[in-house]
Structure formats: C-alpha cells, structure tokens
C-alpha cells in the first residue's frame, strides 16, 4: 500500500487498516485547486480491495486523470463517464440527495472490463479536501457483500476496548466512521443483552436517529421497527451467538415504511473476546434493491451497444461486423445442409448525384426507403446489411435453385419502378444488383463477397438497372426465369397461348382414335416455350388454372365444332394440373364449359398422375368419381413413374393406363424396359382397362408394343403435336379419318 507523505500525517494507519479490510473497493482523493482556479484529484490512498479487484495502486494512478485514462481507454466512454459525474452532481442537487452513483465499466489492470457503481457522498468529505469513493462491483452480486469476517477481527479489539471503557467512540473513531459511512452498507455492533455499541451513519438513519450517542444503549425493541421487527433480530442474534459461527449473505425482503419492496443483503457475526468469548453480535446489512435495478440496466445497456455494435446507424439493419458473421454461419450451414446460398451485392445507380444535388439528408431518405424496400421483400430469415454508403448486401439461405436469387433482385428492381418523393422532389431510384452463389462461384465469405461484387459491376456496365449473376450462364437461366415470371401472367390476357393436337392411333389399323391437348406459349421475347418450362411456373403461381381453363375451353370448342362440321377427331384427352383437380368448383366449371362449348362428355378423356392422385387421395377418388359419373374417361398419366399401388387402382374410376415415354424409349433393347411394359399391358389386360403407350418414335417400338397387346400408341412415329390447323387437314383428306401420314 501506498500513502502519500502528507497524508500519512493527517491519517493514523491504523484508520488505513480498517478501510483494507472494507470489501469494496475504496479509494481517497485529495483535491489539488491550482493557481489558475482549474483543480484536479490526487488520489492519496486505494484500499486493497481496490487493489483486488481494480488492480491499479497509487503509482499507477497518482491522480484522477491518470485514472480517467486507465479506467476508461475509451475517449468517447470517458468523456461519457465525465459527464456523468458532473450530470450526477447536479441531479443529486437537483433531488436533495448527497449521494452520487452511477454504473461505470471500467478497464481493470488485468485488462478484463468489469462493471461498478461508482458512488461517493457529496458531504462525506473525511477533511475538507478529500472525498472517498467507493466501486461496487456490479453483475454479481455475490462480490459485493461484506467479507465481515475480516472486518470484525478488527472491529473486535477496538469494541472490546469500548466495552471495557464503557465509553463512547464517536469522538475517537471520528475517522473510521466516516470511512464506514461512505460504504453503501448498514454496520452496526451490538452487546450481548441486544444494546446497541455503535452503527454506521446510514443505519443510524434507517433508525430515524442522527448521532452514535442515540443509538447507545438501545435495544432494537426501541427502534422504529421494534415492534414488527423487534422479536426477530433478537432471536437471530442469539442464535448466531449461541452457534458462535457467522451467518453471512442472507437475503431478506422487506417494505419500507412507504410502502417500497427492498432487498436487503443482511451479514451477521458474533463478536469475540481475546479468549474466544462470545461478547456480542457485528451485523451488516446492504439494500440491493438499487443494484438488482443496476444490474437490469445494465444488462439493457449492454444490450443495446450490442445491437449498436452490430447495426448500421440509420437505418437499423445489420452492419459489416454482423453481415460478415451471418455470412460465415451461413456458409457453414449451406456446407452442413447441402444447400445453395447466394449473396446479392446491390448498389444504387444513382446515390451519388442524389446526395450532391440534394443534399445528405435526402440521400439518407433514400437509403431508409431502399432498406424498407428490401426488408418488404425478403424473408425473415434473410439477412439484409448495409456495408456503408449507398451498398446493400443480402444473404440468402436455404435456395432450392440457383436461379431463386434472380426472382428477389428481380422483384427489387420492379419495386423500384416508380418514382419515390421525398421533401417535395420526385426521386428515380435503381439499383445494379450482382449475385454469388455457394458453392458454385466460392466457398469463402472473401470470394463470395469479391464475386458478388464484380458481379454487380458487371451489372452497372450492363446499363445499370439489371441483376447479373457472377457466372454469365446462371444470369442467362435466370434472366429467362424472370421473363417467364413477369410474363405469363400478361401471357394470359394477351391471348399468347396455343394448344397443339397429338393424335393417338391403333397400331394395328392405323385409324386415328383421338388426340392430346397439348399446350404452348407463344412468347414474344421467349419464342415457342415447352409446357415442361413454364408449366411448373404456372403451378406454383396458381396461373395454371387460367391456362388449363383456356386449354379446355378451347380444345372442347374445336372438338365440338370438328364433330358438327362430321369429322371424326376421336377422344379429346386433357391433361389436369393437381390444382385444377383440387379447385372447389372444378365440377361445376367442367359442366359449364361442357354446356357452353356443346362438347360431349362421352368425347373426352382427363389424364391425371399417379402423384396427383396421391397426394390427396380421398379428395381425387370423390372428384374423379363425380367425373366418372359424367360419362367423362379418365386415364392415368406417365404411368409407372409415380407410386403404382394396385390397392388404389382398383377402388379409382379409371378406363385407361398411359406408359410413360421414359420406357418405351429403348424398346425394344433393354430387358428392363421390356418386362415393365410388359407388365403394364398385364396390368391393363387384367384389370380390363385400356393401355396407351406413348412417346413412340420408332418403328421397331411401335410394333414391338403391338404385338404385346399395346395397340394404342401416341408419338412422333406418327405425329409430333401439332396445330388445329393441320389436324383438320388430316382430318378432311382422311375423310375415314384413316391412315395419318406415317413414317416411312
Ligand atoms: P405429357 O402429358 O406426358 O405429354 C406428352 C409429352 O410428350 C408432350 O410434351 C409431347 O410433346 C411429348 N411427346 C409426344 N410424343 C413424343 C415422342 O415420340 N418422343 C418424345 N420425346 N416426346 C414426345 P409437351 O407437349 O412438351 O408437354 C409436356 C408436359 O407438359 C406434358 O406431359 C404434360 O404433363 C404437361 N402439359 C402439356 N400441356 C398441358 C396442359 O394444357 N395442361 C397441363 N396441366 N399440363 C400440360
Ligand atoms: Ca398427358
Ligand atoms: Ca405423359
């Protein structure tokens, strides 16, 4: 310990002693006014407790501003905690209060921050110049009770001494009491028979008395809570007595007379004579109540600089620190999971004359606006970051298909079609967006970043106002992805359909019994698009049921008008999307466009897959009943792909069983697809339903299926799908409606 000189000879060390053995950590300052009127704080003495916990000395710290510099490394913390001191001094004016305390996290010598209340008693001073302050050690509230076993071996002697004399120590122990009043902690020492010996300054207020001559002498029975009270501390005492072992810690909740709900953290211990004698009782209690409340705040507190150190200042969404945490713990988990990310790095086009020509502010309204428009559009789960400036990056998880990142840069970019206002000028907003995939372009958050962003200069050089993805081959997949989804719902009302014919034909005769619908989309910015590229678009975008109604309206229409005009088209088979089967009204929309195109239920045939049926069971058997009951066929779709369970086959209403292309393929040279086709026509023959094979194309097929008893077959050996047009070509030439041309 080290005591400065002159202090040494105001202070005993003994006094010293007693402020060691005090749990909190303690220090004294000396103020230093100077000649110009400016003054500092020489710190004289810090108690070992300080030394502890805090780990400075007095050479460390020789003065208040070399622990302002320690304490608190920080320089916009330190002028915070400045700050507070002086706002602490006022507002403890303010209130009437002499004490002062706030929390403060202070950088210890061991280099490790801990929290403390910092507290001092403004009119505590010991001599006019010095003031004590005492650090109580916040978060765990374990640390800051009162090691009162040490204290007492002290306190011991000098009370023994005091019982002996009989006299009071108010006048001799000035000092120590006021140390020990500067210590936010209730002391108080006691007889055997329950008479108070002494009590610290802020226990004799708890007692409504304001000096040690009041206290002397008096039982708690005599005290403001003796009579709730009384009875309790006395039992207590003596039992700690009696047990002549210290209990320490115990926490008792109490009200106030006002009526407050406090903490308290109450110590008691038997004070002893030199032979061990059991003389008396050293109590001490603290309220935590303010603490516990500290400790809250402070937890608050911390969590709000953890959301500031994580977070972009203007407009709250994740900064670098935490994009770049995101990103590292997403690429761990598309490692684990096996699943594609992408990192979108999005740049306005046009930020910088924004922000010259009309100033910050309305540069920062853009940058809210742009943040709000990638929140509306993302999933919760997606992370969105603010890398600085006018830079946005987004990270998405979890994607099924690479081009899933193009749909959100896609919908950004049409989110940022119209004009924005802001104070009065209409703004155009876009944005360059370049995308990077893992694990196709990098599997480090460097590479993905680096890529993402040349990316996004490729983007710019584009024209501005587009998305890219690094690899060229994605962006063009993608890109046509995003026309398909911005187009095909125009598609619908711009009549930009088509539906093709397939016809079926005996094998043995060669006479056409029907045809498929097929559908196709002319594109205008596409071309022809194949079913198999749109159709699962239209799907999952609900769109297939306009299409499908169009398909079926206007097949039934050219079946009804081909019968009216006496052709013999045949069987009109049509394909059902699942939630076209699955519509509430599909019944009543059949029959209606039954009625309105004057097609006969009996000419058509509906094609449904396996998995369709599937996947709501009773629903499709209760629906494709009703169908049934219409005199409409059904037959099921690529059979063999889906889940072929006999049990099912037999309770649906069906006439008709379609081979998948996939094993006609390789008839008749593969021994596999061979026996399954086979055993399809068994199947059919069996369950006497009709069998179809289609995607025939050769010859050799076509007789090989013929010949097993398949003499339905569908496929380019005879004719691609083709338009209206040609069929009722083939159909006027053929007046039996006999041989289509065939393959040679
Ligand atoms: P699907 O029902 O299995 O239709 C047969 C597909 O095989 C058609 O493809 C057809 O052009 C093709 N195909 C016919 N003969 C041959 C052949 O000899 N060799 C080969 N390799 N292929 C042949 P498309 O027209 O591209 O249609 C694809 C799929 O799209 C259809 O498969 C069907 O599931 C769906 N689809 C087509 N039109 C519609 C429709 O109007 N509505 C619904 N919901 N789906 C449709
Ligand atoms: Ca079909
Ligand atoms: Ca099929």
Redesign the pocket.
């Known amino acids: 310990m080290l005591v400065v000189k002159n202090f040494n000879k105001i202070i005993n060390n003994s006094w010293l002693d007693l402020l060691d053995l005090l749990p909190n950590p303690v220090s004294l300052n000396k103020q230093i006014t100077q000649s110009d009127g400016s003054s500092y704080d020489e710190i004289v003495f810090v108690n070992k407790a300080f030394i502890n916990s805090i780990g400075y000395n007095t050479q460390d710290i020789p003065t208040d501003q070399h622990w302002f510099k320690l304490a608190y490394p920080d320089e916009d913390y330190r002028n915070f905690i400045i700050s507070s001191w002086v706002k602490g001094i006022e507002r403890a004016e303010k209130d009437n209060t002499n004490l002062l305390g706030f929390p403060a996290k202070v950088m210890c010598k061991d280099k490790v921050e801990r929290w403390f209340e910092v507290t001092t008693h403004l009119d505590y001073s010991i001599f006019e110049e010095f003031k004590t302050i005492v650090f109580v050690q916040v978060q765990t509230p374990k640390d800051t009770i009162l090691e009162l076993q040490s204290v007492t071996r002290s306190l011991e002697k000098r009370n023994i001494e005091l019982l002996k004399k009989e006299k009071s120590i108010t006048e001799q122990f000035s000092l120590i009491n006021n140390i020990i009043d500067s210590v936010p902690v209730r002391i108080f020492w006691k007889n055997k028979k329950g008479e108070y010996l002494g009590a610290n300054k802020l226990f004799l207020q708890d007692a409504g008395l304001s000096s040690q001559e009041e206290i002397l002498g008096k039982t708690d029975f005599q005290l403001p809570w003796g009579e709730t009270e009384g009875a309790l501390y006395r039992s207590d005492d003596v039992a700690v007595m009696e047990s002549g072992k210290p209990r320490l810690n115990f926490e008792e909740n109490q009200t106030t007379e006002n009526g407050e709900a406090i903490t308290l953290l109450t110590s008691k211990i038997p004070l002893k004579d030199m032979d061990d004698n059991t003389i008396g009782i050293l109590g001490s209690y603290s309220d935590i109540t303010k603490q516990r409340q500290t400790e809250h705040e402070l937890i608050a507190q911390k969590n709000a600089l953890a959301h500031m150190a994580h977070h972009d200042d203007l407009t709250g969404i994740a900064n670098r620190t935490l994009f770049n945490d995101r990103l590292e713990h997403g690429i761990a988990k598309a490692k684990r999971n096996d699943t594609i990310m992408a990192l979108l790095f999005i740049d306005l086009d046009n930020f910088k004359t924004i922000n010259d020509s009309l100033g910050h502010s309305v540069g920062d309204e853009v940058l809210k606006f742009m943040t709000e428009t990638i929140i509306k559009t993302i999933r919760d789960e997606d992370t969105v970051a603010r890398l600085g400036g006018d830079e946005f990056t987004i990270i998405l998880e979890g994607l099924k298909k690479e081009s899933d990142a193009s749909v959100l840069a896609q919908k950004i970019i049409n989110s940022l079609e119209e004009p924005i206002e802001i104070d009065g000028n209409k703004l155009y907003v876009t944005a360059s967006i370049g995308i990077s995939l893992y694990p196709t372009d990098g599997e480090t958050t460097e590479e993905l970043l680096q890529y993402a962003d040349s990316a996004m200069y490729k983007a710019k050089s584009e024209g501005k106002n587009n998305f890219q993805y690094y690899s060229s081959d994605i962006t063009k997949m993608a890109f046509e992805r995003v026309v398909m989804e911005t187009n095909l719902r125009s598609s619908i009302e711009n009549e930009e359909f088509e539906?093709?014919y397939?016809p079926q034909i005996n094998g043995n005769t060669d006479e056409l019994i029907g045809m498929?619908?097929?559908?196709?989309w002319k594109s205008p910015l596409l071309g022809i698009v194949?079913?198999?590229r749109f159709?699962p678009l239209a799907e999952s975008t609900g769109l297939?049921i306009p299409?499908?109604n169009f398909?079926m309206r206007t097949a039934m229409r050219q079946f009804a008008s081909w019968y009216e005009e006496g052709l013999n088209p045949g069987t009109l088979s049509?394909?059902?999307?699942m939630k076209?089967l699955q519509q509430n009204n599909f019944f009543e929309i059949l029959e209606a466009l039954l009625k309105e195109t004057g097609c006969k239920p009996e000419w058509i045939e509906l094609?449904v897959?396996e998995g369709q049926i599937m996947e709501n069971f009773d629903h499709a058997i209760n629906i494709l009943n009703q169908i049934s009951d219409m005199g409409i066929e059904l037959a099921i779709?690529?059979f063999g792909t889906g889940y072929s369970s006999l049990a099912y086959l037999k309770k649906l209403p069906i006439n008709k069983l379609?081979i998948?292309?996939s094993f006609v393929?390789e008839l008749p040279f593969n021994e596999e697809d061979i026996a399954i086709s086979k055993a399809i026509i068994a199947l059919a023959e069996s369950l006497k339903l009709k069998v179809l094979a289609?995607?025939?194309?050769t010859k050799a097929q076509k007789e090989f299926l013929v010949q097993h008893g398949c003499p339905n077959i569908?496929?380019?050996?005879y004719s691609?799908?083709v338009t209206s047009k040609k069929i009722k070509q083939f159909l006027k030439n053929t007046s039996s409606s006999k041989v289509i041309k065939s393959k040679k």
């Open positions: 539906v093709y397939q498929e619908a097929l559908v196709r194949s079913p198999n159709i297939i299409i499908d398909v049509l394909n059902l999307a076209q094609e897959t779709d690529d379609k998948d292309k393929r289609e995607g025939v194309e569908q496929g380019y050996y691609k799908p």
